[in-house]
């Protein structure tokens, strides 16, 4: 089929019901994550008064990613990835209504005698159920839409995300602010996961005709194999990794909020919803102007960015300098994430894309979870301001270096123009058996 993604109209992808009904879910999900988010950030901050619990918190939600992943991704390729949603979604209710039952037990407040370990071990299980949840969640949207609106649907699906960090931090911290307690955004958050999980109960599918396979080291490894084929993907994944593992300046915004800036919870939420505006606003100009010269280019620039502007808000002590800043950082971040979303799901079997998602969310979840660990054991060491601008200079030498090392970043032009990993494993095994024979 002939590839015209970017010739598609600005809402092409709108014209398919599935899209309609699983967008309004991701939607939903997002947003329900990102309010509970904050009030556990603020939650937990407020108990122990230590950053570094807040780094604990990232890292306890990554473990299982991390430990899961390979046979997540491979569940992702076995059973209908439909079903996994659903699961995964009324587990996510199940979650935050844990967290409900923690605060009334337990409170907000904060208490010497106190350790917040159910806490973390609520954080864990919603960790266990990302892991299963991602890889299926992003093998998924390419089965919704035709290729010819593909990066059409990855760019308004990118943009639904984006709002929903907008949407989801402000509608946590303005509840949170207002009535002192996590209690109604709990409520909130697992109201929108079971709407959410009637979305995409809508969804009209084709039958299920997967041939299953049995479980081996070989075919658990395959979503490993096919990106460490592809330079240019392992470079454009890791390249996220390490930029946004040093750059996560938003694991400290309840240190900012807090002891900084000092805008208490409210604030909080207007901060971390600045990074999801310039995040959608980008979105939707991506997908009314898609990148069709110099991506890669276009791509690290905006890395660079993403660390200078990481940077100056660090050394910010004023709100209204420090919003713009975090706006720019969502905004130079989003065109990073459309570029390598498009590349890999475009260039991706669907007999192979949960695994290989399921790699790729090891990576952004490294980037985030583990980000926020490093931010908050650095701001335990040397404070907060200084992690943040570290975090930052480290995010600019590492596109340097990526530049230097991964140069078919630089030369990447048009998204998807590039080689399949397929084409290319393939072409490996049959030298092996050339040379074998």
């Avoid at 009334?104 to 904060?110: A, I, N, R, Y």
């Avoid at 959410?196 to 084709?206: G, H, N």
């Avoid at 909020?257 to 971390?272: E, F, Q, S």
């Avoid at 270096?401 to 494993?425: N, T």
Wanted: glycine share 10%.
């Amino acid at each position: 089929m002939q590839d015209n993604s970017a010739e598609s109209p600005p809402r092409a992808a709108f014209g398919y019901p599935n899209f309609r009904f699983y967008l309004s879910a991701r939607l939903l999900t997002t947003a329900a994550s990102e309010m509970q988010s904050v009030a556990v950030g603020w939650q937990l901050y407020a108990i122990t008064h230590r950053p570094l619990d807040l780094g604990l918190a990232g890292l306890a939600q990554f473990l299982p990613g991390i430990c899961l992943f390979l046979f997540a991704g491979h569940i992702a390729d076995q059973v209908q990835r439909q079903r996994i949603l659903q699961t995964c979604v009324t587990a996510f209710a199940l979650c935050s209504g844990l967290l409900l039952l923690f605060t009334f037990q337990h409170g907000t407040l904060s208490n010497a005698t106190y350790r917040p370990y159910p806490l973390y071990a609520i954080l864990i299980l919603n960790g266990i159920i990302r892991a299963f949840n991602a890889p299926a969640n992003s093998a998924f949207l390419p089965s919704l839409v035709p290729r010819a609106v593909f990066l059409n649907a990855v760019a308004w699906n990118s943009s639904a995300f984006q709002t929903a960090t907008i949407v989801g931090p402000m509608i946590g911290g303005l509840l949170y602010g207002f009535t002192g307690s996590p209690v109604y955004v709990y409520i909130c958050a697992a109201s929108c996961y079971l709407t959410a999980l009637l979305l995409i109960s809508r969804l009209k599918l084709a039958p299920w005709e997967r041939p299953k396979t049995g479980i081996s080291i070989g075919v658990v490894l395959d979503g490993l194999k096919y990106i460490g084929a592809n330079k240019l993907v392992l470079g454009a994944i890791s390249l996220d990794l390490f930029a946004v593992l040093l750059g996560g300046a938003v694991a400290l915004l309840p240190v900012y909020a807090h002891g900084i800036l000092n805008v208490g919870a409210t604030g909080l939420g207007l901060m971390r919803s600045a990074p999801g505006v310039g995040a959608v606003l980008t979105s939707i100009l991506l997908a009314h102007y898609p990148l069709r010269r110099k991506a890669g280019v276009t791509m690290l620039w905006c890395v660079f960015a993403f660390g200078l502007f990481t940077v100056a808000f660090g050394l910010s002590r004023s709100l209204l300098l420090s919003l713009p800043m975090l706006f720019l950082i969502g905004a130079s971040d989003t065109v990073s994430v459309v570029v390598r979303s498009t590349m890999i799901q475009m260039s991706t079997p669907d007999e192979v894309r949960g695994r290989v998602s399921a790699v790729t969310m090891v990576f952004v979840g490294a980037s985030n979870e583990v980000g926020q660990f490093e931010s908050g054991l650095t701001a335990q060491w040397f404070g907060p301001v200084p992690a943040v601008v570290l975090g930052g200079v480290g995010t600019m030498l590492i596109v340097g270096a990526w530049a230097w090392l991964f140069p078919a970043l630089r030369r990447m032009d048009l998204i998807g123009a590039q080689p399949s990993p397929a084409s290319v494993i393939k072409g490996q095994k049959e030298a092996a058996i050339k040379e074998a024979g």
